[in-house]
């Protein structure tokens, strides 16, 4: 649900791609979020992959407050990240 100023209460649900993808040359497994930008992997198993892929999206989604702009005006939106069902 998102409610803002004058914003009615709405429900917004938007899927993230994540490409999880084995290098059978290292023998590792890798992630890729390309809406974010975020790159990562070298994990002996699928699975370690997408948890640390979880950790990184989480990560870049919580900003960096010496970017953040003092004069703005500000809304929080609570993002949650799940792998899909």
Same mark, same amino acid.
């Given at each position: ?10 429900? +917004?649900?938007?899927? @993230?791609?994540? &490409? @999880?993808?084995? !290098? ?11 809406a @974010? ?5 070298? $994990?002996?198993?699928? &699975? /370690? %992959? ?16 010496? /970017?953040? !702009?003092s004069?703005?005006? $500000?809304v $929080?939106?609570? +993002?949650?990240? %799940?792998?899909?069902?």
């Amino acid at each position: 649900m998102l409610s803002c100023g004058s914003c009615r209460m709405i429900s +917004v649900v938007s899927m @993230l791609r994540v &490409e @999880l993808f084995h !290098d059978g040359e290292a023998g590792n497994w890798h992630y890729r979020v390309p809406a @974010l930008h975020v790159n990562g992997g070298g $994990t002996a198993a699928r &699975e /370690d %992959a997408e948890r640390e892929c979880l950790a990184a999206i989480a990560f870049a989604l919580e900003g960096d407050p010496r /970017d953040y !702009d003092s004069d703005a005006e $500000t809304v $929080t939106f609570d +993002v949650r990240v %799940a792998p899909a069902a």
